[in-house]
């Protein structure tokens, strides 16, 4: 597969939509809400992207978003992504959470974020008290190794304890975790700490990026193969590819 500066065409907003969103599928729209992350992956497919695209950083935006949202009743899905929306004060998350949450065509309000493993203590009672009100909040964490499920463990706990569900999409890269034995400990020290594994992806087709940590895709197999004689389907998350132009998520089988 080619690797392109920009695969999914983020830095540049379809003209229908508002700015700071993004949206590839049909059922969810992404929002952009900052520029600012707790990391600094080196595999971010945004990393050419953050800060020379706008955000949803006015309650103008925000209101330009929500009538976009009510034009499309088929959208039932928000991501607050960015960059890292928990590096926003708890006012402005609240916020933009609660915008959506109180639509009733929305049934999923997803927090994108690295500070469970990055900056835990983001995570406070307060936060996770407010992020359960409306029922509607789920928390995606991205991580990648057994040390950061570790890591995430307790500020985890506070969120599922409040009835928010946390999963975790991580990356399959070359050096890191793509060893069967480093991925089987990543999904059990995932499963350990009740974060849901959700998907295992192959690494996007950023220039610059895939060719330092893209995993050949009959390893990629091999691993996938190992982990599911081994553990059960809840520990298991799927492992997919995200295609550009495709309008879902690939699994390796069908690749
Ligand atoms: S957590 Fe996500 S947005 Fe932040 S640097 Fe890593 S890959 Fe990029």
Redesign the pocket.
Known sequence: MKALADPYGELKKKPSLPAGMRRRFRDRVLLMTTAE?????P?????FI?GKTETVDTEKKLQDCIEYVRRHPQVRDVLLS???VLTLPDSKVMHLVDAFASMEQIDIVRICT?ALVDKPERVTDRLSRALSRSGKVWANV?INTAEEAKRAAAAAAKLVNRGIPVSSQTVLLRGVNDTPAKMLALLKALSAARIRPYYVFQCDPVAGICERFSVPLEKAKKIEKYCAERIGGLSLPRFVADLPLSVRKIPLDLL
């Not at 992350?37 to 992956?41: K, L, N």
Request: hydrophobic share 20%.
């Open positions: 992350c707790f990391a600094r992956c595999h971010c497919t945004r990393s953050l960015g960059g890292d690295r991205h």
